[in-house]
C-alpha cells in the first residue's frame, strides 16, 4: 500500500500541471490513497476551494481531504473547519506559508496551528529552507499538535534533521521539484523512521520525481513500509479496511505496497 501525504485536487498555473491525470498517475505509481488540498484554497481563496473539494470529494473512494486554513483569514477558518472535518472526508489541515505571507513563526500562524491541534488533526505546512526550524519551534510550543514539514525545508533538509529532533511531533515528507543526491537518504539515516511520510506534491509535480528520490534512497523494508504507508495510518487515524488496494508497478521500487 502506498499513502501519498502532500498531494492536491485542481489545475496550476505551472507547466509541470498533471491535473488532468490525477487518478491515473495514481494508477501508474500504484498510490492506492492520496491526501489532497484544492489547489483553488491553497493559492486564491479557502473558502471557495474548500467547498469545490468537499463535493468533489462525495464522489471519491481513492481520495482524502486537508481543510485549507489561511493564517490571515481565522474566523473563515474556524467555520471550515467546524463544517468540513466532521464529515469524515476531511483528515487535516493544509497551510501554505508563502501564498498567504504567513511565516510559521508569525502570530497569525501560531494562532491558526493552534486551532488546528484543538481540532485533533494533523496540519500540512509548506516549509523552505531553515523555515522548517520555525516549524518545529511552533510545534514544540503548540501543546497536542502534530505538524507535518511539507517538502522538509526542500533545499534545507539539514535543518529538517535538526527540526525532526526538536520536536517528537513534527514529520517529515520529502516531495521537492529537485533532486539533490543522498537528500532522502540523509534524513533517513537521522530521523526517526515513524516519522517519515511519502507525499508528491502532484498534481503541481508528476509524482516520479518523489518516487525517484525514495527509490534512490535504499530504504531497508521496515523503512520502506512505515514511509509508504503505515506512519500515514497511525497519524491520520486511517481506517483502511474498507480501501481498495491497488498493485503497484515497477516506477514504485523503493516504496513498499502490501
Not at 510550543?141 to 533538509?157: K, N, Q, S, V, Y
Not at 540523509?186 to 527509490?215: K, M, N, Y
Request: hydrophobic share 45%.
Amino acid at each position: 500500500m502506498i499513502i501519498d501525504v502532500h498531494a492536491h485536487w485542481g489545475p496550476w498555473f505551472f507547466t509541470m500541471d498533471v491535473a488532468a491525470a490525477n487518478v491515473s498517475a495514481m494508477d501508474r505509481y500504484g498510490i492506492d490513497l492520496s491526501i489532497v488540498s484544492a489547489t483553488e484554497a491553497v493559492i486564491y481563496d479557502a473558502p471557495a476551494g474548500n467547498r469545490a473539494l468537499a463535493a468533489w470529494l462525495e464522489t471519491q473512494d481513492r481520495h482524502l481531504g486537508y481543510v485549507t486554513v489561511n493564517p490571515r483569514r481565522l474566523a473563515d477558518a474556524e467555520r471550515d473547519l467546524r463544517a468540513y472535518l466532521p464529515t469524515g472526508r476531511f483528515v487535516g489541515v493544509k497551510i501554505h506559508t508563502d501564498y498567504t505571507r504567513s511565516p510559521a513563526s508569525s502570530p497569525q500562524t501560531r494562532e491558526a496551528l493552534a486551532m488546528v491541534a484543538e481540532a485533533g488533526v494533523p496540519a500540512l505546512v509548506h516549509t523552505w529552507g531553515a523555515t522548517v526550524l520555525d516549524l518545529a519551534e511552533v510545534c514544540r510550543d503548540t501543546p497536542g499538535l502534530r505538524a507535518i514539514a511539507g517538502h522538509m525545508g526542500a533545499d534545507g533538509h539539514a535543518y529538517a534533521v535538526e527540526a525532526a529532533a526538536a520536536c517528537d511531533r513534527l514529520y517529515l515528507e520529502p516531495c521537492y521539484s529537485h533532486a539533490p543526491a543522498g537528500r532522502v537518504a540523509q534524513v533517513a539515516a537521522a530521523v526517526d523512521p515513524e516519522r517519515l511520510l511519502f507525499g508528491t506534491d502532484s498534481t503541481l509535480i508528476d509524482p516520479a520525481s518523489a518516487f525517484g528520490a525514495v527509490a534512490a534512497a535504499g530504504l531497508d523494508e521496515e523503512t520502506a513500509e512505515l514511509v509508504a504507508w503505515r506512519n500515514a495510518v497511525r497519524l491520520f487515524r486511517l481506517d483502511i479496511t474498507a480501501r481498495p488496494v491497488i498493485a503497484c508497478g515497477d516506477p514504485s521500487q523503493g516504496v513498499t505496497s502490501a
